[in-house]
């Protein structure tokens, strides 16, 4: 097939899509400008960020007419996540009109039963008989049995007008919304296919090698309106620790309670536990929800030109098809000639080398320090707003390094205390957990409940939640200080530091609300597999994913 092309206005992580494209044995061409439509035969739009983003950038670029014109002509179109969300009449995220092309207003999910952004692996409810048409499998391969990623704030919600454009409807908390759309030449998905592991590849293979195109008078809809029931599962994210060894390369290593050299009285060499492209294949290999790259050593400055984690992320998400996340070094940054570049762009070109999501450590902790000064008034510039404006909250993660400080009585303190069974060198039953920055070198005025209620109020999408004192351990999580945030915030919490075995993961999701649980050190030691623990959760009766998929 020549004539395969996508819409992209520069918002997001497109190469994972070009690399599931190219993976199948396709190539892709990027649309320019509206010309370019009339030469597609097939036509993707992987919407990313924000729903008023999207149409002001169509709008900008002349897209909106030429789009509408497209469609109009019967030649497929794929949307995916805000390019399906584009296709309907408006967002309560925008006063930006959507293109009318179906009926409905996209809506903000409720935060009274679940966390938002929905960020995770759900399941779809089919609601088309699932035959094949014209040469286009009517379900467009999508399986019941598995799960796809999702990522959003904002969801259609099913109503019975939407009867003939709804493929498939997924529940998360209480909430019913329409996951998947197909009519005619138009099929879109909420989820992610290119994220979705396998099953999003199977997805897009089948709209690649089909017509694209299904003639509804052929096809049965199931009656009456869906059930489906909220089958989101626990994410496991591989984490991976990277930095440059005394030889120069770059190894992912891996520190106790922060401190990555081997003991040794000359002090030891870094720790070297493999490479970090041959490692995030494994780890999606043995079945990770995501993987988090951090850059352990940009407390150094680091000039734009030399960021060596781009080339790392470039080759993984040629492989790896789940969502990667890249921590270390988000910030303004200066080139040995002066040049200064911003959180933005630096975030943009970690975004255009196959990252979804940037996760800022020190810097949000300076940026929250500056709410709190400015009276708790956000002023625009940081940079959790910036890329949170430009690419959305759910791509803005805040890594969190917090150590405890421990106290007799939480009257010692003005901090937010908690109380805790890791008693103090003094007996202490009390702590309070102390933010610090570069890489847990330096503690700050500032507790970790102030940090994450001003990050999310900034605008972030989700907490990467560490614990120094967990950290290597293999003890398990730390229980009270994932409850006291979980509690303090709406946003997803992703509880890290501290595993040591499989019922360390089911005590974490047992005993806090937290959607999803890293690890490193049992990780890279092949101590216990990934495979292994989803084995454990799901005996323990906690959904998690697992992809069958043949391709
Ligand atoms: O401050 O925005 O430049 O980001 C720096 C990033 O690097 C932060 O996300 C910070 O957490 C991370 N970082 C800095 N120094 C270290 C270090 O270890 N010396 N790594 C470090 C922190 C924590 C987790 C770890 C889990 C699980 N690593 O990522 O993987 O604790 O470990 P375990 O399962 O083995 O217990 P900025």
């Not at 560490?466 to 293999?474: L, R």
């Amino acid at each position: 097939m020549t004539g395969l092309y996508m819409l992209d206005y520069g918002a997001g992580n497109v190469r994972s899509l070009v690399n599931a494209v190219e993976k199948l044995g396709y190539s892709i061409t990027f649309v320019k400008d509206p010309a370019d439509l009339k030469k597609a035969d097939k036509l993707i739009f992987p919407g990313v960020g924000a729903f008023g983003h999207a149409m002001d950038a169509l709008q900008a670029k002349g897209f909106v007419e030429p789009l509408k014109e497209y469609i109009a002509s019967g030649k497929p179109y794929m949307g995916i996540c805000v390019g399906m969300q584009t296709l309907f009449e408006g967002s309560e995220e925008s006063t930006s009109k959507g293109l009318g092309i179906i009926p409905g207003i996209v809506k903000h999910f409720s935060t009274a039963d679940k966390a938002v952004p929905h960020m995770g692996w759900n399941a779809t409810q089919l609601v088309k008989e699932q035959t094949e048409v014209g040469g286009q499998a009517v379900n467009y391969g999508i399986d019941q049995d598995s799960v796809y990623y999702f990522v959003h704030s904002y969801a259609v919600p099913y109503a019975d007008n939407l009867k003939e454009w709804t493929l498939a409807t997924t529940q998360y908390g209480d909430e019913i919304f329409v996951s998947a759309v197909q009519k005619g030449n138009v099929c879109c998905t909420q989820f992610h296919p290119e994220k979705s592991g396998f099953a999003g590849i199977k997805l897009l293979r089948s709209f690649l090698e089909g017509t694209g195109v299904v003639d509804d008078s052929k096809v049965k809809i199931f009656d009456p309106r869906p059930k489906s029931k909220d089958l989101f599962t626990k994410r496991i994210i591989a984490c991976l620790d990277v930095r440059a060894n005394d030889q120069g390369d770059l190894v992912v290593t891996k520190g106790d309670q922060y401190d990555v050299r081997e003991k040794s009285e000359a002090g030891g060499d870094v720790r070297n536990l493999g490479k970090p492209v041959e490692l995030a294949k494994r780890y999606f290999d043995e079945g990770a929800d995501e993987i988090a790259f951090l850059n352990i050593t940009s407390f150094r400055n680091c000039p734009m030109a030399d960021l060596p984690m781009l080339e790392v992320l470039k080759l993984a998400s040629q492989t790896v098809f789940v969502p990667l996340t890249i921590g270390g070094g988000i910030r303004d940054v200066t080139d040995p000639d002066g040049k200064v570049h911003s959180a933005l762009d630096v975030a943009g070109e970690y975004f255009r080398s196959g990252a979804d999501k940037v996760s800022i450590g020190s810097d949000a902790v300076y940026s929250a320090e500056k709410f709190y000064a400015n009276d708790g008034v956000p002023d625009g510039t940081t940079a959790i707003e910036t890329i949170a404006k430009a690419y959305g909250a759910q791509a803005v993660v805040i890594s969190v390094d917090p150590k405890r400080v421990y106290v007799k009585d939480p009257s010692e303190t003005k901090h937010h205390v908690v109380k805790t069974p890791y008693t103090g060198p003094n007996g202490e039953t009390y702590c309070w957990y102390q933010c610090t920055v570069k890489g847990g070198r330096e503690g700050r005025d500032l507790d970790v409940r102030q940090l994450v209620t001003a990050c999310q109020r900034l605008g972030a999408g989700e907490i990467l939640l560490n614990c120094m004192d967990k950290d290597g351990t293999n003890s398990g999580y730390d229980i009270e200080l994932i409850r006291d945030v979980k509690s303090a915030v709406t946003i997803p919490v992703v509880a890290s530091s501290g595993a040591g075995n499989p019922t360390h993961f089911s005590q974490v999701f047992n005993e806090t609300n937290v959607e999803s649980a890293l690890a490193a050190g049992i990780f890279h030691r092949r101590e216990v597999p990934i495979d292994t623990v989803k084995s454990h959760l799901k005996e323990s009766g906690i959904l998690v994913r697992e992809d069958h998929t043949e391709l």
